[in-house]
């Protein structure tokens, strides 16, 4: 079992920054891709970012392309999401994901998900 953990969440004006973390403890943390996906209210669990076992590989979705960079540091356990020129539209619950499958865009790959951490772009 993968336990993750997020933090790093929070209220930022149009055009700020944040930067998620996401730890795991349990399992080798470097046999798992990982990846972000975020849920705004009323709207569907959405991919942001994935990140491959060994950090090499990357995708991002279109939104969030040029702006978002994740990176995973196996020996710390943890998995990050550099947020640059955020948007009201980036508001949403931030959630981080592990799956062993490697790089996949759709939720129903990941066996493992944190609790979520709020991020909220002021206009």
């Known amino acids: 079992q993968v336990e993750l953990v997020e933090t790093g969440g929070g209220l930022v004006q149009a055009g700020g920054s944040l930067r998620l973390s996401c730890t795991a403890s349990?399992?080798?943390?470097?046999?798992?891709?990982m990846a972000w996906f975020r849920q705004a209210p009323g709207k569907e669990r959405e991919f942001v970012t994935t990140?491959?076992?060994?950090?090499?590989?990357?995708v991002y979705a279109t939104s969030v392309k040029g702006r978002f960079t994740i990176s995973k540091d196996n020996a710390k356990n943890t998995v990050y999401l550099q947020m640059n020129s955020l948007k009201p539209e980036d508001t949403a619950v931030y959630y981080c994901a592990a799956t062993s499958y490697g790089i996949q865009t759709m939720p129903r790959f990941y066996a493992h998900w944190g609790q979520g951490t709020q991020v909220t772009v002021s206009s």
């Open positions: 990140i491959s076992r060994g950090g090499a590989n990357t």
């Open positions: 349990g399992r080798t943390f470097s046999n798992y891709a």
